[in-house]
C-alpha cells in the first residue's frame, strides 16, 4: 500500500512539472503570436524563451519545494524513532528522567 502511495505521488508530482513548465510556455507563445498579428512585429521569440525561463523556474521551485518537504518528513521519522528508543530503555533500565532546567 505505501509503494502505491509512493508511486501516485511521484505520478502527481510529474504532473504537477509538466503543468508548471508548459502553462507559461504556451501563454507567452500566445501573447506573442497575438501582438505579431495585431502590431506586424516579431514578439513572439523573446517571448518564447521567457515563458521557457519562467517555467524552468517554476519547475525548479516545485522540485525543491517536494525536495524539503520530504526532507523534513524523514527528518522527523528518524527523530521519533529516537525518541521511541530512548524511552524504551529508559523503561527497561528505570532511569529517571531528568528536567531540562535540573542540570545539577
Do not use: H
Not at 25 to 43: N, Q
Request: aromatic share 8%; charged share 30%.
Amino acid at each position: 500500500m505505501k509503494n502505491d502511495s509512493k508511486a501516485l505521488r511521484n505520478i502527481v508530482l510529474i504532473s504537477q512539472l509538466a503543468i508548471c513548465v508548459m502553462v507559461p510556455t504556451f501563454l507567452c507563445l500566445a501573447l506573442g503570436i497575438w501582438l505579431d498579428k495585431r502590431f506586424g512585429t516579431w514578439f513572439t521569440v523573446p517571448l518564447l524563451f521567457i515563458g521557457m525561463a519562467a517555467g524552468a523556474r517554476n519547475a525548479y521551485v516545485l522540485a525543491m519545494d517536494t525536495i524539503r518537504q520530504e526532507k523534513l518528513k524523514k527528518d522527523k521519522a528518524q527523530q521519533d524513532e529516537i525518541d521511541r528508543k530512548v524511552e524504551e530503555y529508559r523503561s527497561r533500565k528505570k532511569i529517571p528522567v531528568k528536567l531540562r532546567g535540573d542540570l545539577c
